[in-house]
Nanobody, 125 residues
Framework: QVQLVESGGGLVQAGGSLRLSCVAS????????MGWFRQAPGKEREFVGD????????SYADSVQGRFTISRDNAKNTVHLQMNSLKPEDTAVYYC??????????????????WGQGTQVTVSS
């Protein structure tokens, strides 16, 4: 089993930055592709971005491309989401997730087996 715990959420003004972290325990996730998702009130959970385990190749949703950056530290079983130029529409609960293989689409929540509990990000205008 893998436990994922996110941290770093909070309240920030539009244009500001936050850095979310996701620490894995219970089992190393250094071989797992990792993803970030978010869910705003009344909306479906949506893909933010992901990172492969070996080369650290990333991909992002169009809505965050150029503003958000995902990185990972396999030695520390940690994945980060650096969020810059935040907008009010980025307000959501942010979740990290781990896949156990590369089957399915990285942008689909169904491809991920393990999930964190989420951390709230609120961007004020």
């Amino acid at each position: 089993q893998v436990q994922l715990v996110e941290s770093g959420g909070g309240l920030v003004q539009a244009g500001g930055s936050l850095r979310l972290s996701c620490v894995a325990s219970g089992r190393t996730v250094s071989n797992y592709p990792m993803g970030w998702f978010r869910q705003a009130p009344g909306k479906e959970r949506e893909f933010v971005g992901d990172i492969t385990w070996n080369l650290g190749i990333t991909s992002y949703a169009d809505s965050v491309q150029g503003r958000f950056t995902i990185s990972r530290d396999n030695a520390k079983n940690t994945v980060h989401l650096q969020m810059n130029s935040l907008k009010p529409e980025d307000t959501a609960v942010y979740y990290c997730a781990a896949r156990t293989d590369y089957s399915g689409r990285a942008s689909s929540s169904l491809s991920y087996r393990y999930w964190g509990q989420g951390t709230q990000v609120t961007v004020s205008s």
